[in-house]
T-cell receptor
Framework: DQQVKQNSPSLSVQEGRISILNCDYTNSMFDYFLWYKKYPAEGPTFLISISSIKDKNEDGRFTVFLNKSAKHLSLHIVPSQPGDSAVYFCAAKAASNDYKLSFGAGTTVTVRA | NAGVTQTPKFRILKIGQSMTLQCTQDMNHNYMYWYRQDPGMGLKLIYYSVGAGITDKGEVPNGYNVSRSTTEDFPLRLELAAPSQTSVYFC????????????FGNGTRLTVT
């Protein structure tokens, strides 16, 4: 069963505007969350993460927000740039499962010039 | 640094054939992983290893085998290829478990016909 869900398969945004990607999870034991970015014919690369003790983490143009009560996190990209066009995966892990990341199905972001 | 290197990039197999997907990393990482990604799905963990000589099953291990004789190499073996194993396979590594982000290779696209 899918414990991490990204319900929007795709997102199109104009260059310079904000991109908001959403992710929901069902496992209340998840305590660490990550976003990965993937270009075609390449492997995913780590983008940003957040621990469950925080509700926000920022790194340059990328900010991740965590709402534990709603089991929801989001990734904001401001401003969006053409190089941000990629597939974004949300992932989560529980402290009790040191090795195992659960991934969402991904959201394809297209930034229009 | 090459990072995580996977070979081959592409392969077509006939049903019942066998092959080994190669993965090597030059970062002296202890943890290594094999994932598969099917269209519209998140990455699923096949096998993982926490160090040389130690391997364990992930979520979807059936039809696969692995070995970890050295820190650098983590090959994935398909013994009797089936159409259900058509997928993109990613190898990943990280220095320790916990919250260390994964470093991924560029993937092997496998088609079984």
């Amino acid at each position: 069963d899918q414990q991490v869900k990204q319900n929007s398969p795709s997102l199109s945004v104009q260059e310079g505007r904000i991109s908001i990607l959403n992710c929901d999870y069902t496992n209340s034991m998840f305590d660490y969350f990550l976003w990965y970015k993937k270009y075609p014919a390449e492997g995913p690369t780590f983008l940003i993460s957040i621990s469950s003790i925080k509700d926000k983490n920022e790194d340059g143009r990328f900010t991740v927000f965590l709402n534990k009560s709603a089991k929801h996190l989001s990734l904001h990209i401001v401003p969006s740039q053409p190089g941000d066009s990629a597939v974004y995966f949300c992932a989560a892990k529980a402290a009790s499962n040191d090795y195992k990341l659960s991934f969402g199905a991904g959201t394809t972001v297209t930034v229009r010039a | 640094n090459a990072g995580v290197t996977q070979t081959p990039k592409f392969r077509i197999l006939k049903i019942g054939q066998s092959m080994t997907l190669q993965c090597t990393q030059d970062m002296n990482h202890n943890y290594m992983y094999w994932y598969r990604q099917d269209p519209g799905m998140g990455l699923k963990l096949i096998y993982y290893s926490v160090g040389a000589g130690i391997t364990d099953k992930g979520e979807v291990p059936n039809g696969y085998n692995v070995s970890r004789s050295t820190t650098e190499d983590f090959p994935l073996r398909l013994e009797l290829a089936a159409p259900s194993q058509t997928s993109v396979y990613f190898c990943a590594s990280t220095l320790t478990g916990g919250n260390s982000p994964l470093h991924f290779g560029n993937g092997t696209r496998l088609t079984v016909t």
